[in-house]
């Protein structure tokens, strides 16, 4: 987040727009922040910089409100199989068909 700039909260851009940036941002930091308190030490500084850029602050406290409370955003579903499946991508599929010989 340092060093680059959102867009400027008084440009004329909808409402939808500063929106979208206060909820695909705590997306993103939740996916890389693994511990809560490093997630709400980030939020914290991305609600200073979009107030900083002059997002309407009604806006900006609701929506960090609603982000702090995500506890799994957006991680990956925990497996109960014992091993991962495993996939194989191929540009020759009749080479997945096996033969009598190689299935015995």
Not at 73 to 99: A, N
């Amino acid at each position: 987040m340092e060093g680059r700039q959102f867009i400027n909260g008084k440009s004329h851009h909808p409402q939808t727009t500063f929106k979208s940036n206060l909820f695909g941002e705590p997306i993103r930091l939740r996916r890389l922040n693994q511990r809560k308190d490093d997630y709400l030490s980030s939020l914290n500084r991305l609600k200073e910089k979009a107030i900083s850029a002059k997002f309407p602050l009604n806006m900006t406290n609701d929506m960090i409100a609603l982000a702090s409370n995500w506890e799994d955003r957006l991680r990956p579903p925990k497996c109960d199989k014992k091993e991962d499946p495993q996939v194989l991508t191929t540009s020759f599929p009749h080479l997945l068909i096996l033969t009598q010989k190689e299935k015995s």
